[in-house]
């Protein structure tokens, strides 16, 4: 079925499709005038019927519950995202049929965004009531873990619901949960149409140039139902930036439901894309939309969606449609000390900065997407609809704040800085229109926030003074916490990645961090910080200086946390290929040996971590981090600290990377 070409492979089993191929516009108008008059019809014969259909999104979680497991507590961001569009544009649609212009007839049930006091009761669970009349926050589930009582959980939701539709996003160490939700739910809801979206997706699926081909690395969805490693339990997939895709294919699936029973016909779903796509042309955004068989004796059929490039400022806010429901104990409540609600924030969709051993290296068909037009403008606006919200603190989860760019982050800064200190009445009216009360205004004079920035934004691409200007600018709009990335303090890994820019045989790596954490820390901000082990040229003595030299920062009062990781291999990360692991990867076996030291670890799985690391190295690197970097370790074991990813940056960035992508 498949043959593989190094580390991809061309699918011979797909039929790739242009937007307007094989399609009699004329017969495709007709077919949709018929069914919109035939469910008028129906509609007022049966007053008690509605046209819509239930859906459930869901997150896959990366880990299984066991002792040290690790959760992300964080909101899903990029699976809100990616449904950011075809929500916002089905609750505007809702209402009588006569009124309804994106929908031809039938509609997702989206039909409400939660109220204001629905969005202060919420706590942070991620499995939430469906209910009688949901609200679109309540049609998500995000199990966090995957252990029997998620999964009795989500086979009680899909006895009450019977959704019509199943969206479900995962990152690569998420996918093999995904796969066991899908199977699920084609137990289950054999009707329901499963879409599988997310970073795993994004680095495993992509048209070749022109739209002629798909090219499809080895773990990929279609590559491991192809080869009968897991059952062809997807429908569809849809891989790349995914906010038009998604709202296209939601379209597709309505139009393709039977009147009656309301399930639907996987015959139209193709006719129905390539129509709606023919009527309406592409929208703005890079992505593939891939149709999968359920028989092996079938074609899989994909189009590709080349559109102009977005603008991130112009999608709908992701929580427009959804809770806030992180508490990040980071931001605390200077009074009681409890965690504060906690907003995700982006307003860059990569990093400008190409690691080799970073998913953000493997982004497929796309480059870098910000806000653009009136940037600032915007998100300023975004925070205020944030804090009417409910939010209380904000984390910038942009691999690099304002990817780096000085002058945006200082107008940006200046900008918020004002706002917060301003009458209401004085308040541009976009702003006025989200602070309806005294409520908000006082949440927003009090707003906590932190950002993400690197060891080379801060002292290797500009000067101390110009690094120490911007910090004490972020410290005046209300910033509290930095973020950043240490990697390694050996010189022998550093040399190996694109970091440690600017070189200076004077000037090693170890001394730039120096010189960055005490930069941050000179404005009062707490500092929290990611440690990768098994990079090129990692040994145990490299492992051990990288301890010893993190130990000495925290010791010397100059980082507040430390978070431990091992390199695990993505799907398309040069590192992956340059370790001879592209098709070695199991992101896709029902069950895996979590096991200690493993599960310590975020995505750590035995078969996808460092090949330069032995088991006994990570114990080592577990036991000995807890040792030298004491309360200062953002720890992922039960005993000894709370979840990784409570308090530092690198936990939203993961959590965000979700169907169709901000990240991804």
């Not at 940006?412 to 409520?439: N, V």
């Not at 949440?443 to 500009?462: F, K, S």
């Not at 911007?470 to 990335?485: K, Q, T």
Request: aromatic residues 8%.
């Amino acid at each position: 079925m498949i043959t593989h070409v190094i580390e991809e492979a061309e699918s011979d089993r797909t039929v790739m499709h242009g937007v307007g191929d094989s399609i009699d516009a004329e017969s495709f108008l007709e077919r949709c005038r018929r069914r919109r008059a035939r469910l008028a019809d129906d509609l007022r014969a049966a007053p008690d019927r509605t046209r819509y259909f239930p859906v459930l999104a869901v997150l896959a979680p990366v880990m299984t519950q066991a002792e040290g497991e690790i959760t992300y507590p964080g909101d899903p961001m990029a699976l809100y995202a990616a449904l950011s569009v075809a929500v916002h544009q089905a609750v505007h649609d809702a209402g009588p049929l006569e009124d309804a212009t994106h929908y031809n007839d039938l509609a997702p049930e989206w039909t409400a965004f939660p109220t204001k006091a629905y969005r202060a009761s919420v706590g942070h669970e991620g499995v939430r009531p469906y209910g009688a009349a949901p609200n679109t926050d309540q049609m998500v589930f995000d199990p966090r873990v995957w252990d029997e009582a998620a999964r009795d959980a989500w086979i009680r939701l899909l006895r009450e619901v019977r959704p019509r539709v199943v969206l479900i996003s995962a990152v690569s160490p998420a996918h093999r949960y995904a796969l066991e939700i899908a199977a699920l739910v084609r137990s289950e809801v054999p009707g329901a149409y499963v879409v599988l979206g997310g970073r795993h997706a994004d680095e495993t699926l992509t048209a070749a140039p022109g739209g002629s081909r798909l090219l499809v690395k080895p773990s990929a969805t279609p590559a491991v139902i192809q080869e009968g490693k897991v059952p062809p339990v997807i429908d569809a997939i849809v891989a790349g930036e995914a906010y038009h895709a998604v709202d296209v294919l939601m379209r597709a699936l309505a139009l393709a439901m039977d009147l009656e029973d309301r399930w639907v016909d996987r015959t139209r779903v193709l006719p129905c894309l390539q129509g709606l796509l023919h009527q309406a042309g592409v929208k703005p955004g890079k992505a593939l939309v891939l149709l999968s068989p359920r028989s092996a004796s079938e074609p899989s059929h994909a189009v590709p969606l080349d559109g102009p490039a977005l603008d991130l400022a112009s999608l709908p806010s992701p929580y427009e449609a959804f809770a806030i429901r992180s508490y990040f104990p980071i931001f605390e409540d200077p009074e009681s000390g409890d965690g504060l609600r906690t907003a995700h924030f982006m307003v860059s969709s990569a990093c400008p900065y190409r690691c080799n051993f970073c998913s953000e290296s493997a982004r497929v068909g796309h480059g870098l997407r910000r806000f653009r037009d009136d940037a600032i403008g915007k998100a300023i606006e975004r925070i205020c609809e944030y804090v009417s919200y409910g939010a209380e603190s904000v984390f910038f989860d942009d691999s690099v704040f304002w990817s780096g760019r000085y002058k945006d982050m200082t107008e940006f800064c200046r900008e918020l800085g004002r706002i917060r200190q301003a009458d209401r009445a004085t308040l541009d009216p976009r702003l006025r229109a989200h602070l309806a009360s005294e409520d908000d205004t006082e949440r927003l004079r009090n707003l906590q926030w932190g950002a993400q920035l690197t060891v080379d934004t801060l002292v290797a691409l500009h000067s101390a003074e110009e690094s120490d200007d911007v910090l004490r600018l972020m410290r005046d709009a209300g910033c509290s916490y930095v973020y950043i990335g240490i990697e390694s303090m050996s010189s022998q890994v550093m040399d190996g990645i694109h970091k440690n820019l600017r070189r200076e045989v004077d000037r090693p790596w170890a001394a730039k961090v120096r010189e960055a954490t005490a930069l941050v820390k000179k404005h009062g901000l707490r500092l929290g910080t990611s440690v990768l082990f098994g990079l090129d040229g990692e040994t145990r003595s490299s492992i051990d200086e990288t301890i010893h030299e993190v130990g000495r920062l925290i010791d010397d009062g100059l980082i507040d946390l430390a978070s431990p990781n091992i390199l695990t291999y993505h799907p398309a990360t040069p590192v992956t290929r340059q370790h001879g692991m592209h098709d070695r990867l199991d992101y896709h076996s029902p069950r895996v040996d979590n096991r200690k030291p493993y599960i310590y670890f975020e995505e750590a799985f035995p078969g996808v971590v460092s090949v330069l690391l032995t088991e006994e190295d990570i114990w080592h690197i577990h036991n000995e981090t807890r040792i030298h970097w004491g309360r200062a370790r953002n720890d992922t074991s039960v005993d000894t600290g709370p979840a990784a990813g409570e308090a530092a940056g690198a936990a939203p960035g993961e959590r965000a990377a979700a169907l169709g992508a901000v990240h991804g």
